[in-house]
């Protein structure tokens, strides 16, 4: 099975010069510096972005997926229509270029979780989003849970956007679970979800984007870690 990234290739190098073990490097070789080119060359190029007959976690590729075509489709809209009133460079359309920059825009800042120091690399502090800017409040176990108000996708949403109010009029197609009716093996009709190719309006996978960001945001919180303990 080929090696999977989430993201682009920027991601991959912001990735590691945040990562403990160029942290480790630099302090056991003070004099080696930074070079994000140089990492981004280091990147195989059998390491590609997930494919749906690949054994990939579905909550993470069809945020994923989503939000490419989401990006394709309003640079289109953009190309056609100029906006005026932002630029393709503003926090919002940034968000939108990959999953990295879309948790950056829609959360505040990582902060240190000191205590979890790693045994081989005492000085090094790991950082993470806040559990406040990504929670899931739909788990029952999270209901009470405040809310942060200072982050958000809502706060970085353009109002009163062309571009945005004319989601409905362009057509485009992404990969969405479907409802499939299916003959189990005791020869019996059941359903399930099916990822399919679905044309439909930007406005309705906006929608689908908005629906799911938050899920998202927590379990690629969970899942980060959840991996350095």
Known sequence: MPHTRHGTKADIVKWVLQSEELYAHKQLNPDC????????????????EAKTGECVCPVCYDFEHRLRVFNSGVTELREQSPCSCCSIDSKFFRATKSPMA?????????????????????????????FNCVVDDKPASHTGVKMCKKCGLNRIIPRGCPIMESLSSKKV?????????YKTKKDEWSTKKVLREHTGLLSEL?????????????HTWATSYIRWQ
């Open 33 to 48: 510096s930074e070079s994000p080119s140089l990492i981004q060359t280091c990147i195989c190029d059998c390491i590609k």
């Open 102 to 130: 879309f948790q950056e825009a829609v959360c505040c800042d990582k902060i240190d979780f000191g205590g979890l120091e790693l045994p081989h690399s005492p000085d090094f502090t790991p950082r993470f989003t806040a």
């Open 206 to 218: 906006w929608d689908e984007i908005i629906l799911s960001q938050r899920h998202y945001l927590f």
């Open 173 to 181: 197609r992404w990969n969405k679970r479907i409802e499939t009716p």
